[in-house]
């Protein structure tokens, strides 16, 4: 976004709900002029709509029935009136009516326009906003539990608590720079001031200690069933998802591509935990080219495996796949499949170390789930935990923060019997650094390149 050609008197409009079809479609203008934009699509341009209440109401062009909801500022979403209208979901009508808005006065909103003028006016910070993008680019439980942190202004509340606290002392000792001829001003000691940094700093470290970074929900451990065609691979994942996920039939070569699906497994301690569930084509001799390029990206997927299901089906005479064909660095796991059907003399499915399992009477399968848990350890993203989860700017921003503050006790630590504070100017900088840093989380003190960045990253709507 380029806030310096952001005018926020502008009415702006946009189409808000997700692309394609629909039953409904919403389109949303914010401004000053909101009512009168939205009025001159309806064929009642003066119709009275009431505030916060769905009303029906009569297009002009093409004529039909809609729904028609007014937000009246400051206490709408924007802090401006904002209007929305809900329409059959068809892009093309969506499109037209859109451009009606926009040929009666409002302008085209830019990505992410509506929030920020929300958070220009006030209703969100600057890291409730990254949670809102977050949760409009959301693709798993872990990522909505992590985003709706920052919606609610955990990380914001945090921040303008040091902020407060650090500013105040800043200015006790600012005091003994500027005010040093004056009788009635006493600047604070360095013992006093020490003790107060060591406690915010404590804050900081605490934070830091018992959060989580954003790129252990980004990426969630990998777990590929692997094996031969028609060894099961499929049935199975769609019985761990508890839902028909990938298409499965006795014809060999069923799966064709890698399937990525987001799975939720309790741990014994039913604390719920979140992977990355992935089917791919079945191990064999690829007979043509197009086989080949689908042999190579099942091979890919199992190079990115934190752990390998190798499904075997003893009911027949196949040969399993060799456990030396898979990667060394990723954890294996042998799963005897299809335990409803009598297996093969030949395959012995108790051999130490395996898992029978049917998923078509689901034996086994719960002992399977404790399993993948147990393999991966601390790889799973734990998706209760009700610790924040800190983008890269949040942690560069908080890291630089303490950096300040060891800084500035380093220089108080031999001189804490002293009376007055000495090399006040560099314990002021120090200081000065950290305040920065931690009022640039929430916004209030971030350079204009930062808060372009964050919005630059959402949709148009939003």
């Known amino acids: 976004m380029n806030l310096n050609a952001h005018r926020c008197g502008d009415a702006i409009a946009a189409v808000s ?103 220009l006016a006030g209703k969100l910070d600057l890291t409730q906003a990254e949670g809102v993008a977050a949760t409009i680019s959301a693709t798993s439980d872990s990522q909505l539990k992590a985003a709706k ?44 001031l020490d003790e107060h940094l060591a406690r915010i700093q404590a804050r900081l470290d605490d934070l830091l200690t018992h959060s989580r970074s954003w790129a252990q929900v980004d990426a969630l451990p990998w777990v590929v069933l692997v094996g031969a065609p028609s060894s099961g691979k499929s049935t199975l994942f769609n019985a761990l998802l508890k839902r028909q996920r990938a298409v499965i039939h006795p014809i060999a070569g069923t799966t064709r591509d890698v399937l990525c699906e987001p799975m939720t497994i309790c741990s014994g301690k039913g604390v719920p935990s ?28 199992i190079d990115r495996a934190d752990l390998v299901l190798r499904v075997i089906d003893p009911t027949t005479h196949r040969a399993p796949q060799p456990a030396a064909d898979l990667p060394q660095a990723s954890a294996v796991l042998t799963v005897h499949a299809k335990a409803d059907l009598p297996p093969n003399a030949s395959v012995d499915p108790t051999d130490p170390g395996t898992l ?20 991966l350890g601390e790889r799973v993203v734990n998706v209760s935990a009700d610790m924040l989860t800190l983008q890269p700017r ?3 921003a ?65």
């Open 356 to 375: 029978i399992v049917s998923a078509t009477t689901g034996q086994g399968l719960d002992a399977l789930r404790t399993a993948i848990i147990e393999r």
């Open 149 to 192: 942190h920052l919606c609610d202004g955990e990380l914001g509340r945090f921040a303008r608590e040091l902020v407060d606290d650090l500013g105040s002392h800043l200015a006790m000792v600012e005091a003994g720079i500027d005010f040093t001829d004056q009788e009635d001003v006493v600047p604070i000691g360095p013992g006093e």
């Open 394 to 396: 949040h942690e560069s």
């Open 17 to 119: 709900s997700t692309p394609g079809r629909s039953h409904r479609g919403l389109i949303r203008v914010s401004g000053d002029d909101a009512r009168h934009i939205m009025g001159a699509l309806l064929e009642q341009p003066s119709q009275t709509i009431p505030a916060r209440r769905l009303t029906r109401v009569e297009l002009k062009a093409p004529s039909m029935p809609a729904l028609m909801t007014v937000f009246e500022g400051p206490g709408s979403y924007t802090g401006q009136d904002v209007v929305e209208l809900w329409a059959p979901g068809n892009a093309a009508l969506l499109d037209r009516l859109l451009h009606q808005m926009l040929d009666a006065g409002a302008r085209l909103a830019e990505p992410g326009e509506f929030t920020f003028r929300a958070f």
């Open 398 to 462: 908080l890291n630089s923060a303490g950096s300040h503050l060891k800084q500035a006790r380093s220089l108080l630590s031999d001189q804490r019997d002293a009376r007055q504070l000495i090399d006040v100017e560099l314990i002021a900088c120090h200081l000065r650094g950290a305040l920065d840093d931690l009022a640039g989380l929430g916004g209030q003190l971030t350079p204009d390149d930062v808060i372009g960045r964050v919005f630059a990253t959402f949709c148009v709507g939003k």
């Open 274 to 301: 979140e992977l990355m569930l992935v089917d791919i084509a079945g191990l064999d001799d690829p007979a043509s080219v197009l086989d080949k390029q689908i042999q190579a990206a099942a091979r890919r997927a």
